[in-house]
Nanobody, 126 residues
Framework: QVQLVESGGGLVQAGGSLRLSCAAS????????VAWFRQAPGKEREFVAA?????????VYADSVKGRFTISRDNAGNTVYLQMNTLEPEDTAVYSC??????????????????WGQGTQVTVSS
């Protein structure tokens, strides 16, 4: 079992930056695929970014965040980060991290992920 806890959300002005953290307990995240999803009010949850296992290191980003967001893992493998730069009001949402075992590779589909955190609110003001 993997327990995930997000932190780092908050209120920021457009153009600003935030770094979200997804901390794991139970098992390290080195052998899991970890993804960030977000859900804005009245909208469906959408894929943001994903990071493959440490042995692979592959990353996938949604087109809407490519070039602005970076997903990474700390050396110990217990925390995955989402560095968010040049934030826009459209980035306002609850951001959640999720993890899955590496079979079948990275997925952009939320139902592929077995473990979820509780989410952290990101609000970008214009």
């Amino acid at each position: 079992q993997v327990q995930l806890v997000e932190s780092g959300g908050g209120l920021v002005q457009a153009g600003g930056s935030l770094r979200l953290s997804c901390a794991a307990s139970g098992r390290p995240l080195t052998n899991y695929i970890v993804a960030w999803f977000r859900q804005a009010p009245g909208k469906e949850r959408e894929f943001v970014a994903a990071l493959a296992t440490r042995s692979s290191g592959a990353t996938v980003y949604a087109d809407s965040v490519k070039g602005r967001f970076t997903i990474s893992r700390d050396n110990a493998g217990n925390t995955v980060y989402l560095q968010m730069n040049t934030l826009e009001p459209e980035d306002t949402a609850v951001y959640s991290c999720a993890a899955k075992v590496p079979y079948y590779g990275i997925s952009r589909e939320a139902q592929a992920y077995s473990y979820w955190g509780q989410g952290t609110q990101v609000t970008v003001s214009s």
